[in-house]
């Protein structure tokens, strides 16, 4: 007889921070549009003005989730944008020598 799968944990669903697909589209966009960093507190009044606005929780979850995959990078001066790397660029960094 098959044992009950367990449920997998959940690495940035938090309570009161779940962000929606909407919400993380909007700050897809904010950022891919802005082109350099952003605060926090910017991308909170951007979505604000789009009519979007969300927690700095489900924000911030957000932002982890897209930093996990390299989507977003944040710096001392913010939150950026990173487009994807071309298939070269991504061998040459596999391939790559590491110190």
């Known amino acids: 007889m098959a044992q009950a799968a367990r ?3 959940l690495e940035f669903s938090r309570p009161g ?5 909407g919400t993380i ?11 350099e ?3 926090r507190n ?5 979505l604000a003005d789009w009519g979007h606005s969300t927690s700095r929780q489900s924000l911030n979850a957000a932002l982890a ?8 990078a944040e710096g001392s001066k ?5 487009p994807p790397a071309s298939a070269q660029l991504r061998e040459i960094i596999r391939a ?4």
């Open 17 to 21: 921070a779940n962000p929606t697909l």
């Open 96 to 99: 790559g020598v590491r110190l």
């Open 78 to 82: 913010g939150i950026l944008w990173v």
């Open 37 to 39: 960093p952003m605060s």
């Open 65 to 72: 989730f897209l930093a996990s995959d390299g989507s977003v």
């Open 42 to 46: 910017e991308l909170l009044e951007q």
């Open 25 to 35: 589209e909007y700050i897809r966009a904010a950022l891919r549009a802005k082109g």
């Open 7 to 9: 449920p997998p944990l």
